[in-house]
T-cell receptor, first 116, second 115 residues
């Protein structure tokens, strides 16, 4: 079974600084997707960034970027120029590729605090 | 475009009772998934429905069930409630018009407390 591990229960960063959240996963599949979801205190989760395993290029979305190391099964999220609104719980998630498979496996989450 | 709507937002039940939670997906979305979120276990997949059919199922006992209606709205039911069922239940919808790319749109959740 696939597992996703986030080894940092909590992280903090100063406003405008850069922070990296770690995620490792275990799978025997070669084709899959990885995600970072953000859950602010209001609880509605939103997708931050997505990476297809077959793509070597790391995904980037504005201030958010990932470092995807397929061989090491590592998928970290870098937040640049951190803002107060980035404070949230961040979840790393895995999805086996396949048209009818919608079961995401989530890590336990990392609570990010942004200090002014 | 309205987001995913879950009702009720909060509810309190006692052990042994049953509960029904409702989820209205984003208009045009045909896939609805349910997740249980607890501090200890994190986010765990319950099940996923598409066109009124359960396509995927997680590792939960039979007390947890769900269904989807022709308008894509979904309900989940938990019977014979236990203290451990206290959790935030999240619903997520997805278009599912083609190959699943995993982008889910979540509701704000239903917070269930079992006393």
């Amino acid at each position: 079974a696939q597992t996703v591990t986030q080894s940092q229960p909590e992280m903090s960063v100063q406003e405008a600084e850069t922070v990296t959240l770690s995620c490792t996963y275990d799978t025997s599949e070669s084709d899959y997707y990885l995600f970072w979801y953000k859950q602010p205190p209001s609880r509605q989760m939103i997708l931050v960034i997505r990476q297809e395993a077959y793509k070597q290029q790391n995904a980037t979305e504005n201030r958010f970027s990932v470092n995807f190391q397929k061989a090491a099964k590592s998928f970290s999220l870098k937040i640049s120029d951190s803002q107060l609104g980035d404070a949230a719980m961040y979840f790393c998630a895995y999805l086996k590729s396949g048209g009818s498979n919608y079961k995401l496996t989530f890590g336990k989450g990392t609570l990010l605090t942004v200090n002014p | 475009k309205a987001g995913v709507t879950q009702t009720p937002r909060y509810l309190i039940k006692t052990r042994g009772q049953q509960v029904t939670l409702s989820c209205s997906p984003i208009s045009g979305h045909r896939s609805v998934s349910w997740y249980q979120q607890t501090p200890g276990q994190g986010l765990q997949f319950l099940f996923e429905y598409f066109s009124e059919t359960q396509r995927n199922k997680g590792n939960f006992p039979g007390r947890f069930s769900g269904r989807q209606f022709s308008n894509s709205r979904s309900e989940m039911n938990v019977s014979t409630l236990e203290l451990g069922d206290s959790a935030l239940y999240l619903c997520a919808s997805s278009y599912s018009g083609g190959l699943n790319t995993g982008e889910l749109f979540f509701g704000e959740g239903s917070r269930l407390t079992v006393l």
